[in-house]
């Protein structure tokens, strides 16, 4: 069964600049997560998808951040402007279902590492 | 609002000892709690997942416990390895069927 997939893997840009992010998630996985990890933090959620609907977005700064999840499958994270503050990794998450919290286990990818300059 | 706190921050011992690394959390209305691997530069694994209702899970030299009254979940590792140095993050599952994520435990085990 393939993992979790994201890319690109690093990103460096300066401020006021704009990023996107992919993330393919598991094959039948109904819940997809972005979270962002601050060096020496544990990882933040930023927006939850329960297939193409938006579940929780409380945390996503939403003046700059956007993300979408066309078609309940894969999802682009985008920010825009970027700020110094943004450097993070980017990290994207899938579960089956939310509906009950059972068989609810996270598979994580890889991540992106953004640096903001 | 849930806050997870993870003790210690940091744990640094001999090849061969048995450990514990602790998690807790405020408030006990949790479905569940799943442990975390992440090493340097890379994603998390999953390591052991733990449902409400259940009170321990074990895989292979982990074992992992739950006491949601008390709101403390332990992992215990038998016999470390220097491979199994990481950082071990733990992250639970309540309100709208998010994970709240601990600041995690660097750990390194010497050879």
């Known amino acids: 069964e393939a993992g979790v997939a994201q890319s690109p893997r690093y990103k460096i840009i300066e401020k006021r600049q704009s990023v996107a992010f992919w993330c393919n998630p598991i094959s039948g996985h109904a819940t997809l997560y972005w979270y962002q990890q601050i060096l020496g933090q544990g990882p933040k959620l930023l927006i939850q998808?329960?297939?193409?609907?938006?579940?929780?977005d409380s945390q996503l700064p939403k003046d700059r951040f956007s993300a979408e999840r066309l078609k309940g499958v894969d999802s682009t994270l985008k920010i825009q402007p970027a700020k110094l503050e943004d450097s993070a990794v980017y990290l994207c998450?899938?579960?089956?279902?939310?509906?009950?919290?059972?068989?609810?286990?996270?598979?994580f990818g890889p991540g992106t590492r953004l640096t903001v300059l | 609002k849930q806050e997870v706190t993870q003790i210690p921050a940091a744990l640094s011992v001999p090849e061969g000892e048995n450990l514990v690394l602790n998690c807790s959390f405020t408030d006990s209305a949790i479905y569940n709690l799943q442990w975390f691997r992440q090493d340097p530069g890379k994603g998390l694994t999953s390591l052991l997942l733990?449902?409400?209702?259940?009170r321990e899970q074990t895989s292979g030299r982990l074992n992992a416990s739950l006491d949601k009254s008390s709101g403390r979940s332990t992992l215990y590792i038998a016999a470390s390895q220097p491979g199994d140095s990481a950082t071990y993050l733990c992250a639970v599952g309540s309100g709208t069927y998010k994970y709240i994520f601990g600041t995690g435990t660097r750990l390194k085990v010497l050879a």
């Open positions: 998808f329960q297939n193409n609907g938006v579940v929780d």
């Open positions: 998450a899938s579960s089956q279902h939310r509906t009950s919290g059972l068989n609810n286990e996270q598979f």
């Open positions: 733990i449902q409400s209702s259940q």
